[in-house]
C-alpha cells in the first residue's frame, strides 16, 4: 500500500500547489480552462503511474464510482521487479513446455507420514496387478515405517521432520516431488496421507488423471478470518491480498506443475516467511495451505481444477475434519462419497458462506473424489472386504 500512500501525499502537494481561491478571479478565462486540464491531465497520468490499490485511496469518488474509475485503467500497472520478471519467464516456459513422452508413463503416489502407514494392504489391493504403471514415494517424517505391502518397501526418500503448521510441511511435498521427478516415466504426482483410502480402482484413477491436462490442486476465496485474514502486508509487492487463496494441502499435478513447483523460489520465500504461525503478532497462517493454492492461482489459474480429489468431512464443523470409524465404514458411505458430483467450499466468515462448484472433468460434470481421508486405521479390514464392491464401476 506504499505506493497508495505516495498518491495521497502527492494530491496533498498538488492542492497546495493550486493558486489561492482570490486569485482565481484574476485570470483570464481561457488561461482558467488551460489550468482546469492540465489538473485533470496530471491526475490521470498520476493514476496511471499509481493507481489506487486500496479503497482508501478512492477517497475523492464515491465509492461506486472508483470501480467504474479502476476499470478504465489497463489492469496491471506495477513495475515488476528482476525477480518477478525472471520468476514469470521461468514459469511461463515451463508450463509451455510440451509434456515428456513417456513410452511407459507413470503416476507417483507420494505418502507424507510421520511412520508406518496403516493401510498398506488397502493399497496392495489397489495397486495389484497394475505394476509397470505406478510409483510409489514415502516421507515418514519421524519414525521407520514397517511395511506390510511388498510395493511399499524401500521406497522411503530421505526425510526430515515436519512440524504442524509450518512450511516444513511444504518442504516434505517438495522433497517427495523432486524425488518423484527424478523418474522421467512419472507424469502426474499424487500428494497422500497415511490416513488416506482409494475410493475407486487403478484404472479409473489413472484415466481421471492422465486423460486430463489440469492439475487437481483446491484454491478458494475465503474472506473470512481464516482466509484473508491470515494475509500478512510483508508479502507485498509480490502477493497482493487479492491473489490470497486457500485450500487442502492434498493435489495432484501434472508434470510441468510439479517442475514449477521446485522452480520457484521467489513465492516461496514470501510464504515461508510471511506466512507461519504467530506472523505479526497474532496471525496465524499455515503456508501449507495457502502457498500453492494462492501461487498457482496467479500463475495458471486456468491449469488448476479449484478442487482436490481428496474427500474429506467438513460437516461437523469442528477443528478437525470427520475420522471415520469401523461402525462409520459401510457400503453405502463409500457409494454416498463417490458419487458426489458438486465440490462445496465454506468460508470462515460468521455468516459462512458455502459456495457449490460442479466438478468438471475435460467439459464434463464427473464424480469429484478418487481418494478419501480420515479413515482411522481400525477400518481397514472393512475395506478391504468393500473393496471391490465399492469400486465398482457404476
Ligand atoms: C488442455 O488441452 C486442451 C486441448 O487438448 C487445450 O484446449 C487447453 O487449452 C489445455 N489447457 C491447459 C490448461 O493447458
Ligand atoms: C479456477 O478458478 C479460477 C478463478 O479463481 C478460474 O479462472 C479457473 O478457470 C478455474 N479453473 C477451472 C478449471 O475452472
Ligand atoms: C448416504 O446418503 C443418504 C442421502 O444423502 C443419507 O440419507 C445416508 O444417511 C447416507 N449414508 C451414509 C452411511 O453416509
Ligand atoms: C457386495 O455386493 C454384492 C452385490 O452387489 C452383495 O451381494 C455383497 O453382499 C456385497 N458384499 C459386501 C461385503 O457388502
Redesign the pocket.
Given at each position: 500500500m506504499k505506493l497508495s500512500k505516495e498518491w495521497r501525499i502527492g494530491m496533498k502537494d498538488m492542492q497546495q500547489i493550486l493558486p489561492p481561491p482570490r486569485n482565481r478571479g484574476q485570470l483570464k478565462k481561457p488561461t482558467w480552462i488551460i489550468v482546469l486540464l492540465l489538473l485533470v491531465c496530471v491526475f490521470l497520468v498520476l493514476s496511471y503511474i499509481h493507481p489506487p490499490q486500496t479503497s482508501g485511496s478512492c477517497y475523492i469518488f464515491s465509492a461506486s464510482s472508483c470501480e467504474t474509475f479502476s476499470s478504465w485503467l489497463p489492469p496491471s500497472f506495477r513495475v515488476l521487479s528482476d525477480d518477478e520478471i525472471a520468476s514469470s519467464v521461468v514459469i511461463n516456459n515451463i508450463l509451455n513446455t510440451p509434456p515428456i513422452d513417456s513410452k511407459n508413463p507413470k503416476i507417483a503416489f507420494m505418502f507424507l507420514s510421520v511412520g508406518s502407514l496403516p493401510f498398506e494392504k488397502l493399497w496392495g489391493k489397489f495397486f495389484q496387478g497394475h505394476e509397470g504403471r505406478f510409483s510409489i514415494y514415502i516421507h515418514a517424517s519421524r519414525d521407520k515405517p514397517v511395511h506390510t505391502s511388498p510395493y511399499f518397501v524401500n521406497r522411503e526418500i530421505r526425510s526430515d521432520k515436519v512440524e504442524w503448521g509450518t512450511v516444513s510441511m511444504v518442504d516434505a511435498e517438495k522433497r517427495l516431488l523432486a524425488n518423484a521427478l527424478k523418474d522421467p516415466d512419472n507424469q502426474h504426482f499424487v500428494l497422500l496421507s497415511d490416513s488416506c483410502v482409494p475410493l475407486r480402482d487403478f484404472d479409473y484413477v489413472y484415466d481421471y488423471l492422465m486423460n486430463t491436462n489440469i492439475s487437481f490442486i483446491d484454491s478458494f476465496t475465503d474472506p473470512g478470518p481464516h482466509g484473508s485474514g491470515r494475509y500478512s502486508q510483508h508479502m507485498l509487492p509480490e502477493v497482493e491480498k487479492k491473489f490470497f487463496r486457500k485450500g487442502a494441502q492434498w493435489f495432484t499435478m501434472k508434470r510441468q506443475h510439479a517442475v514449477v513447483v521446485l522452480a520457484d523460489n521467489l513465492y516461496y520465500t514470501k510464504f515461508r516467511d510471511y506466512c507461519k504461525p504467530g506472523m505479526d503478532g497474532s496471525i496465524n497462517c499455515y503456508a501449507d495451505e495457502h502457498y500453492l493454492p494462492t501461487f498457482f492461482h496467479m500463475h495458471d489459474p486456468n491449469g488448476i481444477a479449484n478442487w482436490s480429489v481428496t474427500h474429506v468431512d467438513w460437516s461437523e464443523r469442528k477443528w478437525h475434519p470427520k475420522s471415520y470409524e469401523k461402525k462409520?465404514v459401510?457400503e453405502?458411505?463409500l457409494?454416498?462419497i463417490t458419487s458426489i458430483t458438486e465440490s462445496v467450499h465454506v468460508t470462515s466468515e460468521e455468516r459462512r458462506e458455502t459456495m457449490i462448484m460442479p466438478c468438471m472433468w475435460n467439459g464434463m460434470n464427473r464424480p469429484c473424489y478418487l481418494f478419501a481421508r480420515k479413515f482411522l486405521p481400525e477400518t481397514q479390514d472393512s475395506m478391504i472386504e468393500l473393496f471391490s464392491n465399492y469400486t465398482t464401476k457404476q
Open positions: 462409520d459401510s453405502q458411505l457409494k454416498n
